[in-house]
C-alpha cells in the first residue's frame, strides 16, 4: 500500500459539470482531491447555444445562482444548470483555475483532450522544483449530466486500484490497460515531473 493517500486533480474545461461530479464522488470515497478548470474563463450554457454565459474564476457559485435565478430562473433550472451549482457550492465556493495551482499531485485526470494539451503543455512549462512525477491520464466524457456521472465513475475506479497498489508506476499501464477492455475507452497518458 502506498504510505500517503493519494493526491488527486480533475480537470475539465470550466470546473463546473465534469470536473465537480469527479470531485462529489472521489471526496465521498474519502481521496484527497481537486477540480480545476483549464480555460481562460468559466462559461455555461445560455438560452442559446452560441449565448454561452461567461464568469470569472473568481466568481462564486451561489453568485453566478442568484445572477441565473434573475436572468431567466426556468431556462436555467430545466436545463440542469442551477442544480450543478447547487452542488457545486457544497463542495467549494467558486471554480478555480489549474493554471494558478502550485499544489503537488499523484495523478491530474482531465476530461477532453483539449484540457489535457492545456494541462500537459503548463506542466511542461513550470519550473521543476522536486522533480516528483505526476501522471497525466485523459478520460474523455461529454459534457452531460449523465457522461460527467460515468466518467466519474470510471475515474474513482482508476484511483481505487492506484490507491491499492504495492507501486503506483508499475501498475498503472496494467490499470489503464484493464479499463480501457471494460469500458472501450482509450486513455491518453503521460508523466511530467515538478
Given at each position: 500500500?502506498?504510505?500517503?493517500?493519494l493526491?488527486?486533480?480533475?480537470?475539465?474545461?470550466?470546473?463546473?459539470?465534469?470536473?465537480m461530479?469527479?470531485?462529489?464522488?472521489?471526496?465521498?470515497?474519502?481521496?484527497?482531491?481537486?477540480?480545476?478548470g483549464?480555460?481562460?474563463?468559466?462559461?455555461?450554457?445560455?438560452?442559446?447555444?452560441?449565448l454561452?454565459?461567461?464568469?470569472?474564476?473568481?466568481?462564486?457559485?451561489e453568485?453566478?445562482?442568484?445572477?441565473?435565478?434573475?436572468?431567466?430562473g426556468?431556462?436555467?433550472?430545466?436545463?440542469?444548470?442551477?442544480?450543478?451549482?447547487?452542488r457545486?457550492?457544497?463542495?467549494k465556493?467558486?471554480?478555480?483555475r489549474?493554471?494558478?495551482c502550485?499544489?503537488?499531485?499523484d495523478?491530474?485526470f482531465t476530461?477532453?483532450?483539449?484540457v489535457?494539451?492545456?494541462?500537459?503543455?503548463?506542466?511542461?512549462a513550470?519550473e521543476?522544483?522536486?522533480?516528483?512525477?505526476v501522471?497525466v491520464?485523459?478520460?474523455?466524457?461529454d459534457?452531460?449530466?449523465?457522461?460527467?456521472?460515468?466518467?466519474s465513475?470510471?475515474?474513482?475506479?482508476?484511483?481505487?486500484?492506484?490507491?491499492q497498489a504495492?507501486?503506483?508506476?508499475?501498475?498503472?499501464?496494467?490499470?489503464?490497460?484493464?479499463?480501457?477492455?471494460?469500458t472501450g475507452?482509450?486513455f491518453?497518458?503521460?508523466?511530467?515531473?515538478?
Amino acid at each position: 500500500m502506498p504510505s500517503s493517500p493519494l493526491r488527486v486533480a480533475v480537470v475539465c474545461m470550466s470546473n463546473m459539470n465534469r470536473s465537480m461530479e469527479a470531485h462529489s464522488i472521489l471526496m465521498k470515497k474519502g481521496f484527497s482531491v481537486k477540480s480545476f478548470g483549464a480555460g481562460s474563463c468559466v462559461r455555461l450554457p445560455g438560452r442559446a447555444s452560441n449565448l454561452p454565459v461567461v464568469y470569472d474564476f473568481s466568481t462564486k457559485y451561489e453568485q453566478m445562482c442568484k445572477d441565473l435565478l434573475h436572468k431567466d430562473g426556468e431556462c436555467y433550472r430545466s436545463n440542469g444548470v442551477l442544480h450543478i451549482l447547487g452542488r457545486n457550492e457544497r463542495i467549494k465556493p467558486h471554480p478555480e483555475r489549474f493554471q494558478e495551482c502550485r499544489d503537488p499531485f499523484d495523478v491530474i485526470f482531465t476530461c477532453v483532450e483539449n484540457v489535457y494539451d492545456r494541462v500537459v503543455a503548463d506542466l511542461c512549462a513550470r519550473e521543476q522544483e522536486t522533480c516528483q512525477p505526476v501522471h497525466v491520464i485523459n478520460v474523455d466524457i461529454d459534457d452531460t449530466l449523465e457522461d460527467a456521472t460515468l466518467g466519474s465513475l470510471i475515474i474513482c475506479e482508476l484511483c481505487q486500484g492506484l490507491q491499492q497498489a504495492d507501486d503506483m508506476e508499475s501498475s498503472l499501464a496494467e490499470l489503464l490497460l484493464a479499463a480501457e477492455g471494460k469500458t472501450g475507452r482509450s486513455f491518453l497518458h503521460t508523466v511530467c515531473f515538478y
